[in-house]
């Protein structure tokens, strides 16, 4: 028998506090416990009389999925309860408010939305790493820490890729936030991560033009249409709305999930470089789909249709972002010879993989640096071409090509923020001949491998490789 839920009462060592908040599947309330230090909560199911039945199926979805989440992106969880007793969740509190509040502040300035978004799309691409595809992705499911992470809250639609769908497996009706729902959700499918980047998508748009793409329709009815029906493109509303913005807000919004980005973590990247973006048709429309196209998706000829069951690790897989990192000194022709086969290589494995070609602008500890150089070139600009024109016998399409020169004096650490930052997958770079001053201090490739948090290839030519394994010492990098 439960126990009635109130102030002063304790539940396996928490004390409960006060109410802070009570929702249409559960109450929130403060717990303390002697063994935690920081503030919690405790997540109670509404299990009374005439309480919808899907409550205690969510929670219990959440019961199963939130003990299994780490990092920053989520809220720490710290002791569960069975049904038996006392159903419970007991969550890390995060201070502040969620992005709810920020709904008489709409539309927002464009950057200050892409901004938001962008720390959304990593959380999401941590969570996706995961196994767990979120399903309700909403203003009132997003906070921050004072760092500045988004934590995305409230799991009780998720999905685990290695756990039981209670949800999918008790009900056919789709459950969720209608205004935000993805179209295959309509169709029962719940094993897609890029329902995820379809929510967003929803979002940035809703906060940069202060209008919801699909209306607040909540019929089941009136949300079939998005199977078949876009929405108008945000530069119909605002006719100053950023092509590039328009870019990313109608893929995320792509009735296919083939046709949206594959991962949160390319989402992320083309939020993080705006001016990176490539820009197709999308950008400049300002009319939706012909009623051709409507009535040929409404019809089945080209409308989505439930596929096999996915594997969400295979699918951020066969769509990583390979950074590679060279140095563009005179004299890396065999090297970099070396590094283009070893990347071909990788993305012949991936068709669907970003590649990012970075180079460091090693910056003076002790003098002023310039940006001309002798012969009164911008070093930045002739790197960046340099770079493009290394990547161009991959043939690759823009979209999935970008180049970036990154300003620093610890070249290992630039390298090593640039992969944490845009969630890079892996790291191919070189590695150059000995020399004193590398002995001494230490290589560039040496550290990148040791401590990034991703895949590093270290590249050697052959012969440099041979020198290496006389001399007894590891050659030295080629990105700085």
């Known amino acids: 028998m439960p126990q009635p839920m109130q102030t002063g009462v304790e539940i396996d060592g928490f004390t409960i506090g006060e109410l802070v908040h009570r929702g249409g599947m559960a109450t929130l309330w403060t717990v303390t416990h002697p063994g935690i230090?920081?503030?919690?909560?405790?997540?109670?199911?509404?299990?009374?009389?005439?309480?919808?039945?899907?409550?205690?199926?969510?929670?219990e979805m959440e019961q199963m999925i939130v003990p299994r989440l780490s990092g920053p992106h989520v809220p720490a969880c710290f002791g569960t309860g069975d049904f038996e007793r006392q159903a419970y969740v007991v969550m890390e509190r995060i201070p502040g408010v969620t992005l709810y509040k920020r709904l008489g502040d709409l539309p927002i300035p464009y950057e200050e939305a892409r901004g938001i978004a962008g720390r959304?799309?990593?959380?999401?691409?941590?969570?996706?790493r995961q196994n767990v595809i979120h399903h309700d992705i909403k203003p009132s499911s997003v906070m921050f820490r004072e760092r500045g992470e988004a934590v995305l809250i409230d799991y009780g639609l998720s999905h685990h890729n290695h756990l039981p769908d209670l949800l999918q497996e008790e009900?056919?009706?789709?459950?969720?936030?209608?205004?935000?729902?993805?179209?295959?959700?309509?169709?029962?499918?719940?094993?897609?991560?890029?329902?995820?980047?379809?929510?967003?998508?929803?979002?940035?748009?809703?906060?940069?033009?202060?209008?919801?793409?699909?209306?607040?329709?909540?019929?089941?009815?009136?949300?079939?249409?998005?199977?078949?029906?876009?929405?108008y493109p945000p530069r119909k509303l605002r006719a100053d709305y950023p092509p590039g913005l328009q870019e990313i807000v109608l893929r995320c919004l792509e009735i296919e999930p083939a046709a949206r980005y594959p991962t949160a973590a390319q989402l992320a990247f083309d939020l993080a470089h705006p001016d990176q973006v490539k820009l197709t048709a999308r950008s400049e429309r300002i009319d939706r789909d012909s009623l051709?196209?409507?009535?040929?998706?409404r019809f089945n000829r080209g409308a989505i249709?439930?596929?096999p069951k996915s594997d969400v690790a295979a699918q951020l897989a066969s769509s990583p972002i390979v950074a590679v990192?060279?140095?563009?000194?005179?004299g890396g022709d065999a090297l970099h010879d070396a590094i283009r086969v070893t990347t071909e290589r990788v993305l012949s494995t991936s068709p669907s993989a970003r590649l990012a070609c970075l180079n460091v602008l090693k910056l003076n500890l002790v003098s002023i640096d310039r940006t001309l150089d002798e012969q009164g070139r911008n070093?930045?600009?002739d790197r960046l071409v340099a770079l493009k024109h290394w990547a161009r016998p991959f043939g690759l399409e823009e979209g999935r090509l970008t180049t970036h020169v990154l300003e620093a004096i610890d070249p290992a650490a630039a390298?090593?923020?640039?992969?944490?930052?845009?969630?890079?997958?892996?790291?191919?770079?070189?590695?150059?001949?000995?020399?004193?001053v590398r002995s001494l201090l230490g290589g560039v490739s040496a550290k990148v491998a040791s401590e990034a948090p991703c895949t590093v290839t270290v590249v050697r030519p052959s012969r440099l490789v041979a020198q290496a394994d006389e001399d007894g010492e590891e050659p030295r990098d080629a990105a700085g």
Do not use: C
């Open 415 to 436: 390298i090593l923020e640039f992969a944490a930052v845009n969630h890079v997958d892996h790291i191919i770079m070189g590695a150059r001949q000995n020399s004193t």
């Open 325 to 330: 990192a060279l140095d563009l000194s005179e």
């Open 37 to 59: 230090g920081v503030p919690t909560l405790m997540k109670v199911p509404l299990t009374s009389e005439g309480e919808d039945p899907a409550a205690i199926v969510s929670f």
């Open 305 to 307: 249709k439930p596929q």
């Open 292 to 297: 051709g196209t409507v009535w040929r998706r």
């Open 120 to 128: 959304i799309a990593s959380a999401l691409a941590s969570l996706h």
């Open 171 to 231: 009900f056919r009706l789709p459950y969720g936030t209608a205004p935000y729902m993805a179209p295959e959700r309509l169709l029962g499918v719940r094993d897609d991560p890029r329902s995820d980047l379809f929510s967003l998508g929803v979002m940035l748009y809703f906060f940069t033009t202060g209008v919801r793409p699909f209306g607040e329709t909540e019929t089941l009815r009136g949300m079939r249409r998005r199977l078949w029906r876009d929405p």
């Open 379 to 381: 070093k930045h600009v």
